[in-house]
Nanobody
């Protein structure tokens, strides 16, 4: 069973920083793109892309993340990180990692989601 487990969320004051981590475990062959998404608690809110990183390290950020967030990955540890700086109240959301993974010993690519980690930005 392939699983993604996030950690690092919590309560932070405006202007503060948090570092989110997501580790994939299970029968993993290869991980393709790794992404962070977020979704607010507002009814009907969509799950929006925050940042994405390819296996070679190419990165794209949502406009709201540029200049404040840094995405990185450790391929040896099947881990993706999101360093969030200068946090604003509007960054408050549940953050999810999302990865395209090839199951070991198969030709089966599949997208996986983590369970989410809650980020609250408030004074």
């Amino acid at each position: 069973q392939i699983q993604l487990v996030e950690s690092g969320g919590g309560l932070v004051q405006p202007g503060g920083s948090l570092r989110l981590s997501c580790e994939a475990s299970g029968p993993i062959g290869t991980i393709d793109d790794m992404d962070w998404y977020r979704q607010t608690q507002t009814p009907g809110a969509t799950r929006d892309l925050v940042a994405t990183i390819t296996p070679s390290g190419s990165i794209n950020y949502a406009d709201s993340s540029k200049g404040r967030f840094i995405i990185s990955r450790d391929n040896a540890r099947n881990t993706i990180l999101l360093q969030m700086n200068s946090l604003k109240p509007e960054d408050a959301a549940v953050y999810y990692c999302h990865e395209r993974i090839l199951r070991s010993g198969t030709h089966m690519w599949k997208y996986y989601w983590g369970q989410g980690t809650d980020v609250t930005v408030s004074s």
